[in-house]
């Protein structure tokens, strides 16, 4: 997981970035960068991180970070085809103090709030078309589509803004942490065995991690065995039992309880809950 810092030139004659790409996996790469970054997956399902927050998403995830937020993607299934639209942009991306004008202070407070990361939980539309307009058209529709951002409920992601001052070979090491969790979350896993990934006891590994993400090695773990619990419940019948066994749970009870503590449900109330939501639309 290297959180590599990432300077960015804007395409021409554009002052900002726009890319649209689709790749078979999203492996941990934990990156920063002066730019905001507008992030709309339009496939694929998997762990998202920013700063301390970490948390599953899905096809249709559109998220935005702030400047020097730590923050990525890591899929799920190797079969699942990832394709997603990433928009670059700075504050004075049209001008100096655009954003400043009582016109667009709605914008300006969500640039702000993008400082602990930004999850829309029901966007009002999407980026996909931007890079098939030309290039003024394709600015002025990045403004009327922060705009529209901006008047939508959103959900800050990080409780703090945390800035890691990480070296490279320090990061290295928490990127393997990371991939032994995302390879070896469904079986028994201790905290050596993460550790060991990265050649270090388990204090250390805990500290070290804890430094970087902002979050616990054990929580890491528990949130991305919950994710893959969920995917699982709302994919599949399989019963309860099965699917907590599946995930990475040895024991039902703690896995009802840590569920219940995530979710604020049981884990067939959240099949339920998931199942008549979709019959409704």
């Known amino acids: 997981m290297r959180p590599t810092f990432e300077h960015l030139t804007p395409a021409a004659p554009l002052t900002w970035r726009y890319a649209h790409f689709m790749v078979?996996?999203?492996?941990?790469?934990?990156?920063?960068?002066?730019?905001?970054?507008?992030?709309?997956?339009?496939?694929?399902?998997?762990?998202?991180?920013?700063?301390?927050s970490v948390e599953e998403y899905q096809s249709g995830d559109l998220a935005l970070f702030g400047p020097d937020l730590p923050h990525c993607y890591v899929s799920t299934g190797e079969d699942m085809v990832n394709e997603a639209v990433v928009i670059h942009f700075r504050r004075d991306f049209l001008g100096d103090g655009l954003f400043d004008t009582p016109a667009f202070e709605n914008v300006a407070a969500m640039l702000d709030d993008a400082a602990n990361g930004i999850w829309f939980p029901d966007p009002p539309e999407q980026p996909d078309g931007l890079g098939t307009l030309p290039a003024?058209?394709?600015?002025?529709?990045?403004l009327r589509l922060l705009v529209t951002m901006s008047r939508v409920p959103y959900r800050l992601l990080a409780t703090e803004q945390r800035r890691p001052a990480v070296s490279r070979a320090v990061a290295g090491r928490v990127?393997?942490?990371?991939?032994?969790?995302h390879a070896g979350y469904a079986s028994p896993l201790a905290l050596k065995d993460i550790a060991g990934a990265a050649s270090m006891n388990a204090s250390a590994a805990s500290r070290l991690f804890a430094r970087c993400t902002?979050?616990?090695?054990?929580?890491?773990?528990?949130?991305?065995?919950?994710?893959?619990?969920?995917?699982?419940?709302?994919?599949?019948?399989?019963?309860?039992?099965?699917?907590?066994?599946?995930?990475?749970?040895?024991?039902?009870?703690?896995?009802?309880?840590?569920?219940?503590?995530?979710?604020?449900?049981?884990?067939?109330?959240?099949?339920?809950?998931?199942?008549?939501?979709?019959?409704?639309?």
Do not use: Q
């Open 175 to 181: 990127e393997a942490m990371v991939a032994k969790i």
């Open 136 to 142: 003024a058209e394709r600015s002025v529709e990045l």
């Open 24 to 52: 078979g996996r999203l492996d941990p790469y934990w990156h920063f960068h002066r730019e905001f970054e507008l992030t709309r997956m339009v496939r694929g399902r998997g762990t998202r991180l920013a700063g301390d």
């Open 214 to 281: 902002g979050s616990s090695v054990t929580r890491y773990l528990t949130v991305v065995r919950l994710n893959a619990a969920c995917r699982s419940l709302r994919e599949t019948d399989r019963p309860v039992a099965t699917i907590a066994t599946e995930s990475g749970f040895t024991n039902l009870s703690n896995f009802n309880r840590r569920f219940r503590a995530v979710k604020g449900m049981s884990p067939s109330a959240y099949r339920a809950h998931f199942r008549a939501g979709r019959t409704r639309t």
